[in-house]
T-cell receptor, first 112, second 118 residues
Framework: DAKTTQPPSMDCAEGRAANLPCNHS???????VYWYRQIHSQGPQYIIH???NNETNEMASLIITEDRKSSTLILPHATLRDTAVYYC?????????????FGKGTKLTVNP | GAVVSQHPSRVICKSGTSVKIECRSL??????MFWYRQFPKQSLMLMAT?????????EQGVEKDKFLINHASLTLSTLTVTSAHPEDSSFYIC??????????????FGEGSWLTVV
């Protein structure tokens, strides 16, 4: 079973920041938080991941709370092409046996 | 990022026949690949973990004799749906763990393969 909780849907205005929350209250100390998104009828696209420090790349920023029980994915300037289902995933397993178990994700709709 | 490619992207087969889907890591070697299935409007469901040179590990409830997985090389894993039935029609997606020995290395996904059994 997925170890994360996300709102089922969110809306965002084009050009504004989209902040997608995720709760992972049972996360272990060595488990990473991963974010992927899936545009309709395509394979999931990797966005970003982190362990405990905040992370930023060309796509997004990831803010992880100090207790690591929740995180927020930030798309700084959302565009219509960012409309997708966003998955927050805690990587299950360790030592080479890691796998990604998907929950239901958040359907983000970016409106013009 | 690393590239994972699937083939075919779409396939239609007759009920009772078998169909093979290939998953390739194009620019890196992947000792571990994963196979998922996704029904319309649902999330991805992990079917099995494929390790190069060894038998795949199947998730609970997935029939290993129906969904044959072969990971014969570091860049290729195949999923064969045997004796396909219409209820096997789905979106099948593979993924591969990127290069590096660390727990934090990224898993990349293929484009997915649509299977329709008629």
């Amino acid at each position: 079973d997925a170890k994360t909780t996300q709102p089922p849907s969110m809306d965002c205005a084009e050009g504004r920041a989209a902040n997608l929350p995720c709760n992972h209250s049972t996360i272990s100390g060595n488990e990473y938080v991963y974010w992927y998104r899936q545009i309709h009828s395509q394979g999931p696209q990797y966005i970003i991941h982190g362990l405990k420090n905040n992370e930023t790349n060309e796509m997004a920023s990831l803010i992880i709370t100090e207790d690591r029980k929740s995180s927020t994915l930030i798309l700084p300037h959302a565009t219509l092409r960012d409309t997708a289902v966003y998955y927050c995933i805690v990587r299950v397993g360790q030592g080479g046996s890691e796998k990604l178990v998907f929950g239901k994700g958040t359907k983000l709709t970016v409106n013009p | 990022g690393a590239v994972v490619s699937q083939h075919p992207s779409r396939v239609i087969c007759k009920s009772g026949t078998s169909v093979k889907i290939e998953c390739r890591s194009l620019d890196f070697q992947a000792t571990t690949m994963f196979w998922y299935r996704q029904f319309p409007k649902q999330s991805l469901m992990l079917m099995a973990t494929s390790n190069e040179g060894s038998k795949a590990t199947y998730e609970q409830g997935v029939e290993k004799d129906k969904f044959l997985i072969n990971h014969a090389s570091l860049t290729l894993s195949t999923l064969t749906v045997t004796s396909a039935h219409p209820e096997d029609s789905s979106f099948y997606i593979c993924s591969a763990r990127g290069p590096g020995p660390y727990s934090g290395n990224t898993i990349y996904f293929g484009e997915g393969s649509w299977l329709t059994v008629v």
